[in-house]
C-alpha cells in the first residue's frame, strides 16, 4: 500500500490561542475524516488506525504543542467544543467520525450533541461518565489503589533534587509514568509506547495536570443524561474492567444512547490499543473503517 500524505499545522481558535494538528491522507473531497483528539498521547501509537482513511490527531488548548493555557477562564469542555467546530471548519471538513478517549470521550459526545450533522460515528473508550456522581470519585478512588509508591516516590525525588528546573523533560516523564503505570496491567507495555506528552509548550507536567484536574472540577455536578438519552449517533463503546475509570459509567452512556454497542474486555485498562493492539484495532477499524 502506498504511503499516506502526511500534514502538520496550527489553526487558530478562541482567546488567541491555537491548536496542533496532524493529518494523513487527502482530507480534500473525503467523504468522512476520522478526528482524534490527543495527539501528544496516541498518535505515535496509532499507525495501524484505519490505514485506508484520512485521519486528523490533534491536541487540545493546553496540552501537547497546542497553545498552554496561562488563565483559568480559556479552561473548559464547552471551549474544548468550540475548537472542535473551529478546527472542522478551517480543515474542510464535512463529516466526522469521533474517537475519544478518556476525558476526550466526553469531548466527542458533547461536539456531536452540538453538531449531530457533522458527526457520522463515535468509537469512545474508556470515556469520563455523563453524569459526575457518583463516578468521579469512585475514579479518585480506583486510580489512587493504582497508583505505584514507587513512582510516586521518584516524582518527589526529583523535585527535591531540583530536576524539575534542571531536565524539565526528565521530570515531566516521571510525573507521567505515574499515571502510565495507573492506567495498564502490564507495564512491561509501556515499553511498546512511543507517544509523550512530554512536549513544549506544555511541558510542566504539574501545570498540565493540575489544569486536567480543575477542567473536570469546573463541570461542577454535572448531568446529562437528559440531553443524551435517545441520542441516535453510532456509538461503539469500548471499556477494559481493569480500568482506573469506573466501566458503570460507560454502561451508563450505553443505557442512553439509541444506537449504541457495548464491548467490555477483561484483564484490559485505559490503554488498550498498547495493551492488546491487535484486538483493538481490529475492532476500531471495522467500526470506523
Known amino acids: 500500500m502506498a504511503e499516506l500524505p502526511t500534514k502538520s499545522g496550527r489553526i487558530a481558535v478562541g482567546d488567541g490561542l491555537e491548536l496542533y494538528y496532524e493529518s494523513r491522507g487527502v482530507l ?7 478526528v482524534v483528539p490527543s495527539l501528544s498521547w496516541l498518535a505515535k501509537d496509532m499507525d ?5 482513511r484520512a485521519v486528523v490527531f490533534y491536541d487540545i488548548r493546553g496540552r501537547g504543542r497546542s497553545s498552554a493555557i496561562l488563565e483559568d477562564d480559556h479552561l473548559g469542555l464547552e471551549k474544548d467544543v468550540e475548537d472542535l467546530e473551529l478546527l472542522r471548519a478551517g480543515l474542510g471538513i464535512e463529516r466526522m467520525a469521533l474517537l475519544g478517549w478518556s476525558y476526550h ?11 449531530p450533522e457533522r458527526v457520522e460515528r463515535m468509537l469512545l473508550v474508556g470515556p469520563t461518565a455523563p453524569a459526575e456522581s457518583p463516578y468521579w470519585m469512585d475514579f479518585l478512588e ?14 518527589e525525588d526529583l523535585k527535591r533534587a531540583g530536576v524539575k528546573e534542571s531536565d524539565p523533560h526528565r521530570y515531566a516523564e516521571a510525573v507521567h509514568r505515574v499515571f502510565f503505570l495507573a492506567y495498564v496491567t502490564d507495564p512491561a507495555v509501556l ?5 509523550s506528552p512530554c512536549v513544549e509548550p506544555n511541558l510542566d507536567a504539574d501545570r498540565v495536570n493540575d489544569q486536567g484536574r480543575r477542567l473536570l472540577e469546573k463541570l461542577g455536578p454535572y448531568d446529562w443524561r437528559e440531553e443524551f438519552r435517545g441520542f441516535p449517533v453510532p456509538t461503539l463503546l469500548l471499556h477494559g474492567l481493569e480500568d482506573p475509570v469506573e466501566p458503570e459509567g460507560t454502561k451508563l452512556w450505553h443505557e442512553l444512547l439509541a444506537d449504541s454497542r457495548l464491548e467490555l474486555w477483561d484483564g484490559v485498562g485505559h ?3 498498547l495493551e492488546v493492539p491487535e484486538r483493538f484495532f481490529a ?7
Open 105 to 115: 470521550g466526553a469531548l466527542a459526545a458533547r461536539y456531536a450533541l452540538a453538531h
Open 48 to 52: 495501524a488506525l484505519v490505514p485506508e
Open 283 to 289: 475492532l476500531a477499524n471495522e467500526f470506523l473503517g
Open 28 to 34: 480534500d473531497g473525503a467523504e468522512t475524516v476520522v
Open 142 to 155: 480506583r486510580f489512587g489503589r493504582r497508583c505505584k509508591v514507587s513512582a510516586l516516590r521518584e516524582v
Open 271 to 273: 490503554m488498550p490499543w
Open 191 to 195: 515499553d511498546t509506547m512511543r507517544s
